[in-house]
């Protein structure tokens, strides 16, 4: 793909806080963004001109919207394969569609990785009961039975402690095609939150440390507390993984860091976000380029651009009822507060984050 | 006025790139922006859904505009008194009818300027061809003679040196109300960008240090060269002024620094801009909170955020071809690079900017 000139349309699918940030990522720049969401209300359309409202599956609104833009790309990494298609059929879509197909089923994403000498929990596939006691033998308990796609923020999820009848945990989610994961004992959760440019650049941001409640993000503090070896391991895990998707765009490695049998700090991959990324919400007011930026940088065909750091950051999510603290952080000389224009706010829906950028040595 | 909450709407007088950095910033904040601006090709109209498309003098457009939003604000100075006061009997509009009719007038500005005892250089009316020998002799030469009303960049303005025909300098200037200044032997031009909330209270931003060429901004810098007690000076001024004023939003007081009889700096202001700046387009990227963001909620009727500044910053304006230069700025990874979504890079036209930050030692 050529580069594409300022002034040139991106076509985003999805039109949430990420479409959206990715839009006004695309104004900076110059650029022009064209939002495409089923829902009426998308949070994304307040920002931009250009709107399509359709369901991914109407191929004729689909091929319309990519003739009208210069590249395609997305919020979610749920995107249906056949929408993925129309569009890859008109306009280049970054990240591809075989991004989409290996990321969005947990089982071909963990074999894939694996087949990188890239670590994860150890995992076996579930098609039905009596595979499900046979992962159970090969995996261990505790463990966690995922269905292998569709899952996000906990859902589609079950323990399996001791005790726990098979019958009632395949039950309980639904008895699909699932994955047995074993549950890891970590210490912590990171993130790698990278970008790989048309022309194979690689730049990770510095690595983000993870706290979640209710399965849902809530902090994200930067630099994550780990050693120098098992950060640049885990770095090296999002880079290969990159390299082998040829992979164009920002993308997230999730990554739990445990104690190896020898006491040192390791890291296994969780899964792969192939799109911009709450955990890289801080780089907005704590790095030289923004998440948002170096995605749409990258699908442009433009250099990446640089990822230092301008201090410690913690980004704080406001989910639901937590914006109503917005009169305190109004009032905090050190927060910057980003909004995400949402109505409505549902328990566990994310309103909005603040962002605490301090001095290297303040800390 | 009441404080308003995310999802109200500001209405934004002015298409360019200033509204559209402050639709921007309406964004960020979950607020939405409706701009008004006769030029169909007007970049701000690229970021928001709210557009009006009407000349300034439509009252029907004007009252239609000011019943949909919820507070009407500016990128200009020059909107005309009708307007103003159209859109006043609606809604708030911040700053003030009084705010542009003291700021629109060279001579009522200084004169202003003069009674808070704050200083400016030499100044005299002149309305004719006799009024003009007379200011001559007030103010000697070398002095600048400049239309009262609409000057900008440069424009309406003529040097009066020893020798030139005061026939012809007022004649250059159109035989209009005029103003003649003594001419400053300044060392360097700074500037105060600061805000006001409607609580009164007042936030500056460290001083800039600029640099034109061609009488347009070229480089700012910051912070800028300048002893404490100067520095102190001209935020004094800038607040007095602000506060003379019962000023709602951001302002920047523009000043010469000069040396006096006894060889100390001091400051001398030259003009109010009662809007953004481009002098604190730096604040984007190096300071907490931006002139953009600080503005909304100024007039949003929300606290002020905090301005700490994040390193040493250098903004660079894009000025007609300078943006061929794009790629050289794409491949610097200190620099953050701001476009304005202008299709036609015409000489003296500003296309973006571009602004580095570093560490305050490495300077």
Redesign the interface.
């Known amino acids: 793909m050529r580069r594409l000139p300022?002034?040139a349309t991106i076509g985003i699918l999805g039109g949430g806080q990420l479409g959206?940030m990715l839009a006004?990522a695309a104004?900076?720049?110059?650029?022009?963004a064209h939002i495409y969401c089923p829902d009426l209300k998308s949070p994304a359309?307040?920002?931009?001109?250009d709107i399509t409202i359709a369901p991914y599956e109407d191929e004729a609104a689909l091929a319309l919207f990519a003739e009208s833009v210069d590249v395609v790309t997305y919020e979610f990494e749920n995107v249906p394969a056949r929408t993925a298609a129309m569009v890859a059929h008109h306009r280049p879509l970054f990240p591809d569609a075989r991004v989409l197909a290996t990321t969005q089923d947990r089982l071909t994403e963990k074999t894939f990785i694996n087949s990188l000498g890239v670590p994860t929990a150890r995992f076996a596939p579930v098609d039905d009961r009596s595979s499900l006691a046979k992962a159970v033998g090969a995996v261990g308990r505790p463990a966690v039975l995922k269905t292998r796609r569709f899952g996000y923020d906990g859902k589609g999820q079950v323990m399996l402690r001791e005790g726990l009848d098979l019958d009632a945990a395949f039950g309980l989610i639904g008895r699909q095609s699932s994955i047995l994961e074993a549950f890891v004992p970590f210490e912590r959760e990171i993130s790698v939150v990278a970008a790989r440019g048309i022309d194979g650049t690689f730049a990770a941001w510095d690595i983000a440390e993870n706290r979640h409640e209710n399965h849902i993000l809530k902090t994200t503090l930067v630099p994550a507390t780990l050693g120098a070896a098992a950060a640049e391991a885990a770095v090296s895990c999002a880079e290969r993984i990159a390299a082998a998707l040829d992979y164009v765009g920002v993308l997230a490695v999730e990554m739990f860091v445990v104690r190896d049998a020898g006491g040192r700090e390791t890291v296994l991959v969780n899964e792969i976000a192939p799109r911009v990324h709450n955990s890289g919400h801080w780089t907005m007011?704590g790095a030289?380029?923004c998440q948002f930026e170096q995605h749409i940088?990258a699908i442009a065909g433009?250099?990446l651009?640089?990822?230092?750091r301008?201090?410690r950051a913690e980004m704080t999510n406001l989910i639901g009822d937590d914006?109503n603290d917005?009169?305190t952080w109004?009032?905090?000389?050190?927060?910057?507060?980003?909004?995400?224009?949402?109505?409505d706010a549902r328990p566990g829906r994310k309103m909005?984050h603040v962002t605490r950028?301090s001095a290297e040595d303040s800390a």
């Open positions: 300022p002034g959206r006004l104004a900076k720049l110059g650029l022009k359309f307040d920002v931009t001109r007011d030289v380029t940088r433009w250099p651009g640089g990822t230092s301008r201090g914006v917005l009169n109004l009032k905090d000389p050190s927060a910057s507060i980003h909004l995400y224009g949402k109505s909005g950028v």
